[in-house]
């Protein structure tokens, strides 16, 4: 049984950092977004991390209650804008 929760988590991550929302629509449930990899991030840090922004209005849409607070959801998303800023920016003098 642990085997498989281990194997669905790694292919919602996977999935996460690929981009692919139906995979993570599949592989999604009340465990496997809380499940944290080896560096402790759950799938919302994934989601943000690789800013899959519409994998993270998703998660938090379906699973939000059990993945942040309100003041949660909100540095996400300033972190993800941020992030997203400089990245457009990089290269510009």
Do not use: P, W
């Not at 003041?71 to 804008?81: M, Q, T």
């Amino acid at each position: 049984m642990l085997f498989c929760a281990q194997k669905k988590y790694r292919l919602l991550h996977r999935a996460i950092t690929g981009g692919n929302l139906a995979e993570v629509r599949r592989y999604a449930d009340q465990k496997t977004v809380r499940v944290v990899d080896h560096g402790g991030r759950n799938a919302l840090h994934r989601a943000v991390l690789f800013e899959r922004r519409f994998i993270v209005d998703d998660l938090l849409k379906n699973y939000g209650k059990l993945l942040v607070n309100g003041a949660d959801a909100v540095s996400i998303y300033a972190k993800l804008d941020v992030d997203l800023q400089l990245n457009n920016n990089a290269g510009r003098v």
